[in-house]
């Protein structure tokens, strides 16, 4: 049976189409890996530039040895009032260094990552955004991200 | 690894490590200020490096978390 009656007609309605499998073998033990944490949960430094929450595709550098009261979140997608409570509901930075201490892993990173997910521009995300933050992680010798998101 | 509170939202957008414990949107890591759970969800998330071998895999956590909205 032919299923195509006109061709190339395209629908009106956006439809979320997965991008092309990403997956690159995990081959170091844990304890040797240097940890950082990236979420797209709209977190950043009190003394940054909050996030527009109109869309912003804008990521912020989070140094490894800030202390979790120096942080905050400016999202508008989603309740923030678990994750003013308690940062590490959504960005467990206190939990991360517990485990580096305790030798479950090697390191906290010595950076990490806040931006703003939940729309905005999305080809900026895909072509700019993740590239540069995947640059930054390389940069500082980091063997695995955790992320918080969706 | 990315720890989601909407899985099949983080499967279809492509991420190639899913984790998913039983939690709101805002408390990915589990409930504030329960150092237990949030400590036991990371743990996990970073253990199910050592287990995933394929892309696109989603592995549910026992661990549960309702917000009181």
New interface residues.
Partial sequence: MKLTVVEGLQSEIYV?I???????P?TKE?KD?T?ALVSA?GIHMKSQKPFNLAGDFTYREIPGDTPSSELMVTHGG??????N??I?????I???R??AKEG??KAAAPVHIGFMGGGGNVKKFQEETGPQIAEVLKREGVD??????? | ???????P????????RIVAPMV??????????N?VM??A???D???A??T?D???KVIPLPYEYK?K?
Avoid: H, W
């Fill in positions: 979320p997965t991008p092309p499998p990403v997956f690159t995990f844990l890996c940890v949960a989603y309740d923030n009032t678990d994750v409570r308690d590490n509901c959504m960005f467990p206190d939990r991360l517990e485990l479950f892993i695995v991200a955790v992320l918080t998101a969706g | 690894m990315l720890i989601a509170a909407l899985p939202v983080a499967k279809q957008q492509g991420s190639p709101p949107m805002g408390a990915n890591v589990g409930e504030p200020n150092e949030q400590t969800i990371l743990k998330a970073l253990k490096l050592e995933i394929t892309y696109g917000a909205i």
